[in-house]
């Protein structure tokens, strides 16, 4: 069995398809295994789809923030855009 | 008319601004730099507007020149990210990993229900303003691997960071973005 350690930088890391097969294939069996990665892995995924879920938000730009373009750099901007067109 | 004819470079900043404004904010962490880059992305899209086919909404068109922009910003910013050899080290004790895979400890749990919390408006607000305050000694590789969906390969040459450091890093980045998470968001 390969050594949590491994499989937790492995999992930290979280580019499995950038692993060659022989060395993914292990590291799923003992995710299976092993409780403690068993859970490290589902944090991490968890995580991900989080961020996933966040990309589709941004996307459909539905998220409200506090943050806008300031009155000053809206000013600059259109400024320097009338220069330039 | 398809979506060429219908913009107007004027209407760019009321249309489009704070939604470029949001995007480039929460991916460099710092109101300057992305107020320039937006303002870097309207001017290049002056420049560019012949070679734009319409087919894709305006908004959308921008925004692909925008995610250049804050590449090159990033590109421009990293320092070299200290790693410390122990820092590993110390990860792995605190996941509590023992020798011949018998676990004593798991990681900590959530302290709220993620799923249900990804279902409710409120909480992309505070998810992002954690993400906005990642530091940039995480944040820079954090929003390359994880918004952008680069490579360990492009990442490490972009940040001057050794591949097998960067496990640390993004590690050190989903721990402080998950305790922001339970410090800020209140199931309702
Ligand atoms: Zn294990």
Redesign the interface.
């Known amino acids: 069995?390969i050594?949590?350690?491994q499989v937790?930088?492995?999992l930290?890391?979280?580019?499995y398809y950038?692993l060659p097969w022989w060395r993914r294939i292990p590291m799923f069996i003992?995710i299976k295994l092993?409780?403690?990665c068993g859970?490290?892995h589902s944090?991490?995924v968890?995580?991900?789809?989080?961020?996933r879920?966040?990309?589709e938000?941004?996307e459909a730009?539905?998220?409200?923030?506090h943050?806008?373009?300031?009155e000053k750099?809206?000013q600059?901007?259109?400024d320097?855009?009338k220069k330039?067109? | 008319m398809n979506n060429k004819e219908l913009t107007n470079p004027e209407d760019w900043i009321a249309e489009h601004g704070d939604y470029l404004m949001q995007f480039a904010f929460v991916r460099l962490r710092n109101r300057a730099a992305a107020e320039d880059a937006v303002q870097e992305t309207f001017l290049a899209g002056i420049k560019a507007l012949d070679r734009y086919d319409g087919k894709t909404p305006v908004r959308y068109w921008l925004r692909g020149i925008l995610r250049h922009k804050v590449v090159d910003y990033i590109r421009k910013a990293s320092r070299e990210i200290a790693v410390d050899e122990t820092e590993g080290k110390e990860i792995l004790d605190s996941l509590k990993f023992k020798a011949f895979g018998i676990p004593t400890q798991h990681p900590p749990e959530w302290k709220f229900d993620p799923e249900f919390a990804y279902k409710q408006k409120e909480f992309w607000e505070v998810f992002y303003g954690c993400m906005s305050h990642l530091k940039d000694s995480m944040g820079q590789a954090f929003t390359l691997r994880e918004l952008e969906g680069w490579s360990t390969e492009e990442i490490c040459k972009e940040l001057k960071l050794k591949p097998n450091n960067l496990w640390v890093v993004l590690h050190r980045a989903r721990t402080q973005l998950k305790s922001c998470l339970e410090a800020n968001w209140i199931t309702p």
Do not use: F, P, W
Request: charged fraction near 25%; proline fraction near 0%; glycine fraction near 4%.
């Open positions: 069995m050594a949590c350690k937790a930088k492995a930290a890391n979280h580019r950038e003992h092993c409780v403690m859970e490290y944090q991490v968890t995580m991900q789809k989080g961020m879920d966040y990309l938000h941004e730009g539905d998220v409200e923030t943050i806008h373009l300031s750099a809206k600059r901007i259109q320097a855009m330039e067109s």
